[in-house]
Nanobody
Framework: QVRLVESGGGLVPPGGSLRLSCAASGSIFRVNAMGWYRQAPGKQREMVAL???????YYADSMKGRFTVSRDNAKTTVYLQMDGLKPEDMAVYYC??????????????WGQGTQVTVSS
């Protein structure tokens, strides 16, 4: 069974930085896109950044220029470097990946989330 585990969240002051990591493990045959989503209390989950199978990257407008998404060579770990954090960035950040398990088809998987708190 595939698992996604996020790490790297924490408490930072406005303007600070954090680096999130998400590692996929299990019976993985292929991995397509991986990305980050976030959800603040009372709000819908929104896309933060994505990296595709060919390593193209996409960002939500509010994160572009501040956040950087990348992936390792094995395409099983995705990172999110967050700089210039703002109070409105405070949310639970979730990792998502499109993964084909051995003997199955592609499906979407979610991690458990990691809390990012921005407060002075």
């Amino acid at each position: 069974q595939v698992r996604l585990v996020e790490s790297g969240g924490g408490l930072v002051p406005p303007g600070g930085s954090l680096r999130l990591s998400c590692a996929a493990s299990g019976s993985i045959f292929r991995v397509n896109a991986m990305g980050w989503y976030r959800q603040a209390p009372g709000k819908q989950r929104e896309m933060v950044a994505l990296v595709t199978a060919d390593n193209s990257t996409y960002y939500a407008d509010s994160m572009k220029g501040r956040f950087t998404v990348s992936r390792d060579n094995a395409k099983t770990t995705v990172y999110l470097q967050m700089d210039g954090l703002k109070p409105e960035d405070m949310a639970v950040y979730y990792c998502n990946a499109e993964i084909q398990e051995t003997g199955s088809w592609f499906r979407s998987y979610w991690g458990q989330g990691t809390q990012v708190t921005v407060s002075s």
